[in-house]
């Protein structure tokens, strides 16, 4: 098997809009902010640029809604700086997005001055808060050695935080971890377990990965290991990368 850093920080690193709905009977500043996610995530650009520009007179999800519709040039002006003024406002009220939004700017060196060590800080600063995808990055940071000791325990424990949030990525690696037992116990039904749930929702990137194993397994591990996965899916959750 591969590492998993790879894989990971492939999939951790496509922003995903927030789950919100255009929702009708809630006051006007719930609307308009729900709108703004509601287009957009459904790719409605001109439509949602009116939203988020609506909402962007305070709202921060808004604003690193811009940030990122600017940044990718979808549905505005492809311009960085107007993203970094976006997600920076965002951040300034303590927006996770905005803040790995700056984040992907400073590792990308766009618009800024390409700094790995302050992209890494504000991941971290994120990752801490909870924001699944700043998560991923830090558990392939770990994972690597990059910017940090190699600690495959710790690896592990951050890609456990953002995978029992949903996030593709940490799961497919976390899986690969338990096949491996890299920072963990190795537990071939475990990493079963994971590679079933990625690939349920992770389309053909990942369609292939429980076959890998399968092939390795007993009939009754196999049980076990879908037994496992569908009780982890009876909570509704919704697939991240953010």
């Known amino acids: ?25 809630q006051d006007p500043g719930t609307t308009v902010t729900a709108g703004c996610g509601d287009v957009a995530f459904e790719t409605r650009y001109a439509e949602a640029r009116r939203w988020c520009t609506a909402a962007a007179a305070g709202d921060a999800d808004a604003q690193s809604w811009l940030g990122m519709m600017y940044l990718s040039g979808q549905g505005l002006p492809q311009d960085d ?7 920076r406002l965002a951040a300034a009220q303590g927006d996770l997005d905005g803040i ?5 700017l400073h590792r990308r060196g766009q618009s800024v001055e390409r700094d790995e060590a302050e992209a890494d800080r504000l991941y971290r ?4 808060q909870g924001h699944a995808g700043s998560q991923a990055i830090v ?34 690696g976390l899986a690969i ?3 491996n037992g890299t920072g963990v116990e190795r537990d071939e039904v475990e990493a079963y377990k994971w590679f079933l749930i990625a690939a349920s929702i992770g389309g053909y990137m990942l369609a292939g990965l429980p ?20 009780a982890w899916q009876r909570s509704p959750r919704m697939p991240v990368n953010q």
């Open 100 to 104: 790995v939004g700056i984040a992907d």
């Open 177 to 179: 971890f338990y096949e």
């Open 211 to 230: 076959d890998e194993i399968a092939a390795k397994l007993t009939p009754e591990q196999l049980a076990e290991g879908r037994r496992r996965a569908a």
């Open 125 to 128: 600063l994120a990752a801490e």
């Open 139 to 172: 558990g392939g940071k770990y994972e690597m050695g990059f910017g940090v000791p190699q600690d495959y325990v710790e690896a592990a424990r951050w890609y456990r935080l953002a995978a029992e949030q949903g996030h593709i990525g940490a799961q497919a």
């Open 1 to 25: 098997m591969f590492e998993a850093a790879g894989l990971v920080l492939t999939l951790a690193l496509a922003p995903l809009p927030p789950l919100v709905g255009l929702v009708g009977g």
């Open 81 to 87: 700086f107007e993203a970094l003024r976006w997600f």
